[in-house]
């Protein structure tokens, strides 16, 4: 009777990650596809590269990825140094005049739908643009600060959590025997959230990457990020050459989690040994 | 001294940055959301005028009068509503349980797992609901497989249909209904379930008597999670959704960049608003309880 319901969630859980998979695993194969009609599997003549080499000197495609790469970097950066501040503003400040509103306004971007924070922005730059001159126009610039805006909140809420976990008791015991609190930050908490650091940069890089509806109200005619050039030409039907586009972001996607994985692997190991060394040693 | 000095300014700087990029933004959307529209740059008038140096009011209703009154807004707002709720269902429906499953997998699987879950997360977005274009057009993969076996002789119109467009959502958010359902579920004491089995329960009723009360708040969670992102969504419905159905995303979009219509593209964002902020401020608090439950 027991097992009854385990098989039936197990099942579930079978056909919900086919359902999660099939659609990414369709796209990386018909990105080998011959025809032009994508999904009519051209059995003559495939598999074929040819719409990898047409994806590499699509001057446009390559254009908007390098402009959305830069993007994403200065973004995940900027987000990062300000998701940090306030993870730690919140997991170790206790109470303060406008705690409230930092905590409503971290997790507010998170859910908000993109239409509004998109449209709120651009009402903003166009504001501001106004009153003091700057930012003139849209483009980089203001695809950027809108990135790190709604990426830092991701942040925060992956170092808070990671923060909330430890103990203060070794920042306070740093403290009690007099050491500075911007050292207390840099030699004791820093190192403690680095693997949350870590992967906040990575979501905030993936998010800023990724992001369409955002961008598109901030962008202005002259910029374009990887994600609207994909959008405009997927608006009219299925492409070949977006399939291997989706082909190689995937394979970029697995090969860093396999590599993440593995590192975790070794760390672990590498812990387990220390504190085996150590039992050792206080024998 | 210089202990608070430097903790003002760690506060300081992100209170600062979200207050000009998250907070004012806002009060800007609502402010022009009462403004009347112009052929200028920015297209909308002023919202006070200097009079004899006193501000003059130019508050109008007008925007919202006319969002109440032409059929197309009111049918779209529904209709948003009514998609985000059948997708946060079907979310739930399936993510159950999946999550259930993966909290009683054994460690190592369960690891595997949840990897298996988080990984589609960190490919496109966009070319995962392009994905869906391929599966579900006419000659498509599922189209072309069921007449390859003989179950259907004409392709079934699935593009540009409700069905495509909850495909596509649920596809989407799936991943945020599971992981809060799993972190709820994974706590729960399992010896609550072995003394109902001892004293004769059937484990449907354990499980609706047990498991399901104390998964309220993952169950909350994993559907604010969904539905929120859900009513305001603009990707799904323009990729794979109908011509003739907008939904209220798609709408502010139009009337921005088509019709060039500011402030009635702002009212349109405070009307979507006026229905989230109760299931926003639903998630705040249940963060907020998360977080100190961790302590």
């Known amino acids: ?283 | 001294m210089d202990n608070r000095a430097g903790r003002r300014l760690v506060a300081g700087i992100p209170l600062l940055w979200l207050l000009l990029f998250f907070l004012v933004p806002f009060i800007i959307v609502f402010k022009i959301s009462f403004s009347e529209v112009r052929l200028a740059m920015p297209p909308y008038a002023p919202l006070f005028q200097w009079l004899h140096g006193l501000p003059h009011p130019q508050l109008n209703l007008g925007n919202y009068a006319f969002l109440f009154t032409d059929r197309l807004y009111i049918s779209s707002y529904l209709y948003s509503l009514k998609v985000a709720s059948v997708s946060t269902f079907c979310c739930l429906l399936i993510g159950y349980p999946m999550a259930y499953a993966i909290a009683h997998a054994g460690p190592t699987w369960r690891n595997v797992l949840l990897m298996m879950i988080v990984l589609p997360f960190w490919t496109s977005f966009l070319l995962r609901v392009y994905a869906w274009i391929g599966l579900l057009k006419n000659n498509g993969v599922i189209n072309n497989t069921l007449v390859y076996f003989g179950l259907i002789h004409e392709p079934l119109p699935l593009l540009q249909t409700d069905f495509a467009v909850y495909i596509g959502i649920v596809y989407s958010y799936l991943p945020f209904m599971i992981l809060p359902l799993y972190a709820n579920l994974e706590k729960h004491d399992n010896t609550l379930l072995e003394a109902a089995a001892d004293l004769g329960a059937h484990p449907v009723t354990a499980f609706l008597r047990i498991t399901l009360p104390q998964s309220v708040a993952g169950i909350l969670a994993g559907s604010l999670l969904v539905f929120i992102p859900a009513v305001g969504e603009y990707v799904v419905p323009s990729l794979l959704g109908r011509s003739d159905q907008l939904m209220i995303g798609r709408v502010l979009s139009d009337e921005f960049f088509e019709n060039r219509d500011w402030p009635v593209a702002s009212a349109v964002a405070i009307l979507i608003l006026l229905a989230l902020v109760i299931p926003i401020m639903l998630f705040q608090h249940y963060q907020r309880r998360e977080l100190e439950a961790q302590k």
């Open chain 1, 1 to 283: 009777m027991k097992s009854s319901r385990g098989v039936f969630s197990r099942t579930a859980l079978v056909f919900g990650l086919v359902f999660l998979y099939v659609p990414i695993l369709s796209m990386v194969i018909f990105s080998f596809n011959n025809s032009r009609l994508v999904t009519v599997w051209d059995a003559a003549h495939s598999p074929t590269l040819k719409w990898y080499a047409a994806l590499m000197s699509n001057g446009q495609i390559m254009g908007a990825a390098w402009l959305s790469i830069r993007i994403a970097l200065i973004s995940a950066t900027g987000a990062v140094i300000l998701g940090t501040l306030t993870g730690v503003t919140l997991a170790r400040f206790g109470p303060f005049r406008g705690r409230t509103l930092l905590t409503g306004m971290t997790t507010a971007p998170i859910v908000m739908p993109e239409v509004i924070t998109g449209l709120s922005l651009l009402l903003m730059f166009v504001s501001l643009e106004q009153l003091i001159g700057w930012p003139k126009g849209s483009g980089a610039l203001t695809i950027t600060l809108s990135h790190i805006t709604f990426c830092m909140a991701y942040v925060t809420v992956v170092v808070q959590s990671r923060l909330v976990g430890f103990d203060e008791s070794l920042e306070e015991a740093a403290m009690d025997l007099g050491a500075r609190p911007v050292k207390v930050f840099f030699r004791i908490t820093l190192p403690l959230i680095v693997p949350a650091i870590l992967s906040g940069w990575l979501l905030a890089f993936t998010l800023s990457w990724d992001d369409l509806v955002i961008t598109q109200f901030v962008a202005g005619p002259g910029s374009s990020t990887l994600p609207m050039v994909i959008f405009s030409k997927v608006r009219l039907g299925v492409s070949p050459d977006v399939n291997a586009l989706a082909t190689i972001m995937v394979t970029v996607v697995a090969l860093g989690i396999a590599a993440s994985a593995i590192w975790m692997r070794y760390q672990n190991r590498r812990r387990e040994r220390d504190e085996q060394l150590a039992a050792a040693a206080n024998l």
